[in-house]
């Protein structure tokens, strides 16, 4: 039978147990943005390989609080949870769309990540990067006449229209400016479009890049496309021989 000393010593090592093993099964919240990033199988990579853009190696951690080295259980499974989250975080924090865990365990894990996505302009088209004024209006290649007026400037027929999309909504006809071409035998002088960010800069005026995430697409008047393809199970014939052994 126990005496008085020993019951309170055996009472005392399992609340600094317990005390110990809670402070290592502290979860962490997924973030917001690493809820948006999508995991893919080692199947699905291979189209993420093919369709998207490589962003490169991220890291996810989670480390014992304390010194702890217990890593049974719910400890071991929250742990590798909170490992998760960081990874999908880190992923996120790149630009990632989709991300491949290739990597690792507990408490380190390690994945590919891929953006599976992309700006699509009101015009349908994908989006580039342009070169704007102080008003925020494209800066486009034009047609210079003698007394420095626009030539052949591009323009909404029959109705109201600032832009391709705006005219066909208003169900006008967009006729497009005169070619660099058109603009020579019409005695003019060809200005073209900035091409980088320094011709741009050079003038005063602002450097849009390519829309990389969804608010950037918007702020352009952009659509963000995620491609699903990547998504989807691939026939084994389309496999490679390694995926399907």
Same mark, same amino acid.
């Given at each position: ?81 909170? /490992? ?37 302009? /009101? ?20 047609? !210079? ?7 052949? /400037? ?86 490679? !021989?390694?995926?399907?052994?």
């Amino acid at each position: 039978m126990k005496n008085k000393g020993e019951t309170i010593g055996f009472l005392v090592f399992c609340l600094v147990t317990a005390v110990i093993l809670s402070s290592c099964a502290t979860a962490t919240d997924m973030s917001t943005r690493a809820t948006r990033v999508r995991l893919v199988s080692a199947e699905q990579v291979h189209q993420c390989e093919v369709q998207c853009e490589a962003l490169g190696n991220v890291q996810g951690s989670s480390y014992p609080v304390g010194g702890c080295l217990s890593w049974w259980g719910t400890v071991r499974k929250i742990a590798h949870n909170n /490992a998760l989250n960081e990874l999908l975080d880190n992923a996120a924090e790149i630009g990632a769309t989709h991300l491949f865990v290739n990597l690792g365990d507990y408490p380190d894990l390690r994945g590919e990540a891929y953006r599976c996505a992309y700006c699509e302009d /009101a015009n349908s088209d994908p989006d580039v990067a342009y070169c704007v004024d102080a008003s925020g209006k494209r800066k486009r290649a034009y047609c !210079q006449g003698a007394d420095d007026k626009v030539l052949g /400037a591009a323009y909404c027929r029959g109705a109201d229209g600032k832009d391709p999309a705006d005219c066909r909504e208003n169900a006008g006809v967009w006729v497009p400016a005169v070619s660099e071409t058109k603009c020579e035998t019409m005695g003019g002088t060809w200005v073209p479009e900035a091409g980088n960010r320094q011709a741009c800069e050079d003038n005063g005026d602002i450097w849009l890049p390519v829309a990389k995430d969804p608010s950037a697409c918007e702020d352009k008047g952009g659509k963000w496309i995620l491609n699903k393809d990547v998504l989807r199970r691939l026939p084994s014939s389309s496999l490679p !021989q390694e995926a399907v052994e």
